[in-house]
């Protein structure tokens, strides 16, 4: 059984916290628990490992006896019973409330005990009612602005973050490879196609036993509802609101039922559409010419049958993939083993953990060629952003580690602030110092459409910039892009001849496949970067190569899979 990981441990603690002081317990163990959150969000090794490598936890600055304590139950057993003896104090669904805007653990307490709201439909129809408006600290204001936000939440399906759906597939495989007898565990679906959320997972197996694989997956540990149990389907929820399906499938048609169940729906269509059209027909179980089956053991002998070369599955949109097919021009997508560095990190000169030695000695020991350094800007106070002043001293910095002989070639940077007006917050002389110049919108996202588009327009038309990150400020499930158009914005980068980032962190993946598909298409290079700010964040590659995939980008498609020299002449020629 995999242990948690670090990031879900962090969570436990966060929900442990969230409920203390809905509860209102002692301010100064609340505060432990969040800040053990967030060390364990920094940490660069995961707890299972540490505690199997025989680490004390408690050299570990802000982890104490009691948490160290907590973090082994965990590893242990899978599950918190702090949190579990507290949950079983309020109504399950209370916080879900917290994460509406505005809504913190007081406000949750006063909902509670004053208006008796124990969900979030009990909350739309106190504010519907109008009951909220004339809580103590509430407001008019504030009663409108829930009543919107959990309308919305209410509408929209649930869907999950990839990255919060990853150790959960992980455990699940894990759980059902180890049933003897069991020949293939395959995760199918959106998750497969490597979308940047998923709905819900969906698992194929190949098995001797079926019983013995329905019997482990319905009882893996964090089940809230086995919510169907057959003999060849199951279905289950965890507790962290994901929903797993299970199918038990026929060797002889695993790969047709892997194709079915990867999807998309659309692309699925189009693939019976096209066996139709030859006499021949397509469903889950095989291709068929008349009742003879011609393929399903394989995924390959389903495309061969269809006269057509493997689809990577996250092409598999309907996106002009089987035309691409059929006439051999299918680009081949770029692997994370194909990036020789990253052009935008933070260090603890502005809102980052490492120093920039540390920054670099980790690129070294992932074996990159660069690394750029692309602290905040002065503007960003929140983050500490550096004055002129500051980012000379880190100019220095940055040339001694360059002295240190580490074998990767640190760039000096910045993350320079698009101000409103689309001025920077540098002069074109101090960004002349620079290797590259990250352009970046962080505050006043509400603009409308065209002036948000003339913004950055004005930004991009100074001569030093070398692209544009995270280009709609997007928070996936949290923050809507903000009203831009991406298409003129596009075509002024490809006219100045710079840049635009596929932004890894995977919450943002910004840009989207859709525009990234267009970059690519217009011939601008894309740079696929971490933005990390801990070690943690070196790891978030992975989810930008997906999202590059899904945009049917190649390496020669991605700036940062140049080599050093390479680099450094496309950063050069975009100077103007
Ligand atoms: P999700 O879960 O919303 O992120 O998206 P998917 O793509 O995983 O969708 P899901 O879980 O409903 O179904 C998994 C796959 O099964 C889907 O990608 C294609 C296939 N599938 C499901 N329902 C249908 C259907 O009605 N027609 C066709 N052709 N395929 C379907
Ligand atoms: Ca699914
Ligand atoms: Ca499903």
Redesign the pocket.
């Known amino acids: 059984m995999a242990a948690m990981t670090n990031v879900e441990m962090a969570e436990q603690f966060e929900a442990l916290a969230d409920l203390l002081e809905i509860k209102g317990e002692n301010p100064f163990k609340i505060r432990a628990y969040r800040n053990a959150a967030r060390v364990l969000g920094d940490h660069p090794a995961e707890m299972g490992a540490e505690l199997a490598a025989g680490r004390d936890l408690t050299g570990i600055p802000g982890i104490g006896k009691e948490i160290a304590a907590k973090i082994a139950t965990m590893t242990e057993t899978g599950a918190l019973p702090a949190l579990e003896k507290v949950r079983a104090e309020f109504p399950p669904a209370l916080p879900d409330l917290l994460k509406l805007p505005g809504l913190g653990p007081k406000r949750v307490r006063t909902l509670l005990d004053q208006c008796g709201v124990k969900t979030l439909d009990d909350l739309a129809a106190a504010a519907r009612e109008g009951r909220i408006q004339a809580l103590p600290g509430f407001g008019a204001k504030l009663e409108a602005a829930l009543l919107e936000a959990v309308t919305k939440r209410l509408d929209t ?1 649930v ?1 999950h973050l990839r990255a919060a759906a990853e150790p959960v597939v992980g455990r699940i495989v894990e759980t059902l490879a180890a049933v003897p007898g069991v020949h293939k565990v395959t995760p ?4 497969r ?1 490597g ?1 940047d ?6 698992l194929l197996v190949v098995a001797d036993d079926p019983a013995a694989v329905m019997a482990a997956f319905t009882a893996q540990p964090g089940i809230a509802r086995v919510l169907a149990q057959g003999e060849t389907k199951g279905s289950v929820l965890f507790e962290r609101g994901i929903q797993a ?1 299970l199918r038990l499938v026929p060797a002889a048609s695993y790969g047709a039922a892997l194709h ?6 659309a ?3 189009a693939m ?1 559409r096209r066996a139709q059209q030859q006499g021949l027909k397509l469903n889950e179980y095989g291709v068929f010419r008349e009742e003879t089956p011609v393929a399903g053991a394989d995924e390959e002998g389903i495309f061969a049958a269809l006269g057509l070369p493997w689809i990577p599955p996250e092409q598999r949109e309907d996106a002009g993939e089987i035309e691409a097919a059929e006439q051999g021009k299918l680009p081949r997508l770029i692997e994370e083993s194909d990036l020789r560095g990253d052009l935008h990190n933070h260090t603890i000169w502005s809102d980052g953990a490492l120093s920039i030695e540390a920054m670099a000695r980790q690129a070294a020991a992932l074996g990159w060629s660069y690394i750029a350094i692309t602290d905040h800007s002065k503007r960003l106070t929140v983050a500490n952003g550096l004055d002129e002043r500051r980012l000379d001293e880190q100019l220095e910095d940055v040339a001694r580690v360059n002295t240190l002989g580490l074998g990767v070639q640190v760039l000096s940077g910045s993350e320079v602030d698009i101000l409103e007006d689309g001025s920077l917050d540098f002069s074109d002389d101090v960004l002349a110092r620079l290797d590259v110049v990250v352009v970046a919108v962080h505050s006043r996202f509400k603009l409308n459409r065209e002036a948000q588009t003339t913004r950055i327009l004005r930004a991009l038309e100074r001569p030093q910039v070398s692209f544009l990150a995270h280009p709609t400020g997007r928070l996936l499930l949290e923050r809507d892009p903000y009203e831009v158009d991406l298409d003129r914005i596009l075509e002024a980068i490809h006219a100045r001849g710079c840049f635009v980032e596929i932004n890894a962190h995977p919450m943002r993946l910004d840009l989207n496949e859709v525009y990234a598909r267009r970059a690519r298409e217009r011939g601008i290079p894309v740079v696929i970067n971490n933005d990390a700010h801990s070690l943690a964040d070196f790891a978030h590659h992975r989810h930008g190569i997906l999202q590059a995939r899904r945009a049917w980008l190649g390496r020669d498609d991605v700036l940062n899979t140049l080599p050093l020299d390479a680099l450094m002449a496309r950063l050069r020629a975009t100077r103007r």
């Open positions: 399906t869907r199918a679906g959106s998750y196609r979308r959320t998923v709905g819900d997972l969906d399906d079915y169940f990867t999807g998309s729906q692309h699925n269509i019976r």
